[in-house]
Structure formats: structure tokens, C-alpha cells
């Protein structure tokens, strides 16, 4: 299985703030990576597609970047709704494998 | 609009059955422009795929579950449905169905609210 190390496992930000989380896959997975967002007591949310690609519908202060190993997932400035766990998820080989998970707290 | 809903029992005994079905409305599993699929997350814990299936009937499965997974669709009440033999407590979980893309790198859109299943005597 390819492995997905997400870091931070969690960070504390205020309203406003510039939040950025990595994601590294341990082989080179093309642009196969996608972002989710969960809150609590709620099913995943797709919000990038494809490393970069904004899902339909969802605010332009999220975005995603990367290729290969490397990628990155930034909220340019955070909003109250946006407090929630975020995951990286390759898509390149079976099974689609997730990070561990990122959860943005308010500080 | 799309919709997938999880049912089945919420409480399953050690070494006993899991079954889950999940209902589709607003689309077809029949479609071959998706996969249908079963992601599991363990309370407080993260995501892991469990498997998938292919409208031709064609499965992938976690090989870390292989030997113990079944995913089934019934094209004709539009549902797919998971099997999991020989649960432990380790598999208490949320368990999510999940509509997958086949192309547009493999994309999740829409899950399900997810059901919980706790899995103790």
C-alpha cells in the first residue's frame, strides 16, 4: 500500500489566519490527490481533486498544490466554518489510501 | 442530486457477521462511469477503504480484509451491500458508502451520512 503522511496531526488558528498542511505519499503518486474535509458527526467533504483542483461549489480560499511525493492543502484565510479535520487521500493504486488527518482548532 | 443511505444493525457480537446495506437514489449503480464503495473510521480515528464494486460486478478488495469481505449490488433495488465475517472490537466503526469516479483521478463525490456499528457481546 502506498502510505500518506500528513502533517500536522493538528494546529491551532485564529479567524483570518493563513493555515497550510503537507501531504507525503511514499511513492510517486502523478497528481492522484485529493482533499477531504470531516466535521464532527458528519461524513468527508470533497474540497481538491487531482492536487489542485477546486470541487465545484467549494470557496476559492481553499487550494491544493503538489505532484509526485509532495503536496500541500492551504486555507488562505480561515474562516469559523472552516474549523474541522482535514485528509489527504491518494487515488493513484489500490486501496485509496489516506493521511492520518489534520485538525484545524481554534486558538 | 445523489443520495446513498447506509443501513443495517448497529451492534454486532465478536466473531458474528457485519452486513450493511446501502441505498442509491438520484442515480444508478449500474453506471459505468463509477465505482460504488464501503470506507470504514474507527470513532476519533482515521479513514480507511474497505473495497469497492464495479457495475459489471468486477470487486476490489483491501487485501488487509480479503479474505473476509463481500461487496455485492443488486441492480434491480439499485442497492449495494457489504459483508464482513469474523468482526473483532478493533472494527467498530463509522462504515461509509461512497460513490467513487472512475476517471477524474479517482475522485470520492458523495458518501453517505455513515452508520455507526459497534461491535461487542
Known amino acids: 500500500d502506498i502510505q500518506m503522511t500528513q502533517s500536522p496531526s493538528s494546529l491551532s488558528a485564529s479567524v483570518g489566519d493563513r493555515v497550510t498542511i503537507t501531504c507525503r505519499a511514499s511513492?510517486?503518486?502523478?497528481?492522484?490527490l485529493n482533499w477531504y474535509q470531516q466535521k464532527p458527526g458528519k461524513a468527508p467533504k470533497l474540497l481538491i481533486y487531482?492536487?489542485?483542483s477546486l470541487q465545484s461549489g467549494v470557496p476559492s480560499r481553499f487550494s491544493g498544490g503538489g505532484s509526485g511525493t509532495d503536496f500541500n492543502f492551504t486555507i488562505s484565510s480561515l474562516q469559523p466554518e472552516d474549523f474541522a479535520s482535514y485528509y489527504c487521500?491518494?487515488?493513484?493504486?489500490?486501496?485509496?489510501?489516506f493521511g492520518q488527518g489534520t485538525k484545524v482548532e481554534t486558538k | 442530486q445523489l443520495q446513498l443511505q447506509e443501513s443495517g444493525p448497529g451492534l454486532v457480537k465478536p466473531s458474528e457477521t457485519l452486513s450493511l446495506t446501502c441505498s442509491v437514489s438520484?442515480?444508478?449503480?449500474?453506471?459505468?462511469?463509477?465505482?460504488w464503495g464501503w470506507i470504514r473510521q474507527p470513532p476519533g480515528k482515521g479513514l480507511e477503504w474497505i473495497g469497492n464494486?464495479?457495475?459489471?460486478?468486477?470487486?476490489y478488495y483491501n487485501p488487509s480484509l480479503n479474505s473476509r469481505v463481500t461487496i455485492s449490488a443488486d441492480t434491480s433495488k439499485n442497492q449495494f451491500s457489504l459483508i464482513l465475517t469474523s468482526v473483532t472490537a478493533a472494527e467498530t466503526a463509522f462504515y461509509f458508502c461512497?460513490?467513487?469516479?472512475?476517471?477524474?483521478?479517482?475522485?470520492?463525490?458523495?458518501w453517505g451520512q455513515g452508520i455507526l456499528v459497534t461491535v461487542s457481546s
Open positions: 438520484g442515480g444508478s449503480v449500474s453506471s459505468s462511469s463509477y465505482y
Open positions: 487521500q491518494q487515488s493513484y493504486s489500490n486501496p485509496g489510501t
Open positions: 487531482g492536487a489542485s
Open positions: 511513492q510517486t503518486i502523478s497528481r492522484y
Open positions: 461512497v460513490r467513487k469516479q472512475v476517471t477524474i483521478f479517482g475522485l470520492i463525490d458523495y
Open positions: 464494486i464495479y457495475y459489471n460486478g468486477k470487486t
